[in-house]
């Protein structure tokens, strides 16, 4: 098991820049543990974004919450890795989870979590459907997701002074 440098093939990082100019970017709610401060910046970088107080969810139930996102087509961020359990949120009905960094005041953290949210995770949001992402305060990204053959897959991706690299399992 080891970090492996991905290939920066020049015509597949020319097909990534075209898809990004095409792709519309994600629908995000913005989970009440984040606060509005959340909102108001991915709201600035030009997203579609929604906060529980908006949509008069503050002080309601994780599954309240997990369902109005499911309902509006809206990824949800939060820092409440309860969302990670898929026996109380489901993957066949959900819009994709993101849990960032910080619950505990780390602001830096945060902030290169949602640096990173916009890079690699804001412009697709089809791809992010039915998947459960954590992003780490040191920057690894953690996807979990159905594979086609039906089994539960996880990948994990970094990136170290601008190299991106995928964890293999050997």
Not at 2 to 7: C, D, G, Y
Not at 52 to 61: F, I, N
Not at 92 to 108: K, Q
Not at 118 to 129: A, D, L
Request: net charge negative.
């Amino acid at each position: 098991m080891a970090w492996v440098t991905l290939a920066n093939d020049p015509a597949d990082i020319a097909e990534v820049a075209q898809d990004w100019a095409r792709s519309a970017h994600s629908k995000f709610l913005v989970d009440e543990n984040l606060g509005p401060d959340v909102a108001r910046v991915l709201r600035d970088q030009g997203f579609n974004v929604r906060d529980v107080w908006q949509e008069g969810l503050d002080g309601k139930s994780d599954e309240a919450v997990f369902q109005h996102a499911w309902r509006t087509r809206r990824i949800l961020l939060t820092h409440d890795t309860d969302f990670m359990d898929d026996r109380s949120f489901p993957e066949h009905s959900n819009a994709g989870v993101v849990v960032l960094p910080g619950g505990h005041g780390n602001d830096e953290a945060l902030g290169t979590a949602l640096a990173m949210l916009v890079s690699y995770i804001g412009r697709m949001p089809e791809i992010w459907r039915k998947s459960k992402i954590v992003i780490t305060a040191n920057g690894e990204i953690t996807i979990r997701c159905r594979q086609e053959d039906g089994r539960m897959g996880i990948q994990r991706y970094r990136v170290r002074q601008g190299v991106s690299e995928i964890w293999e399992d050997e």
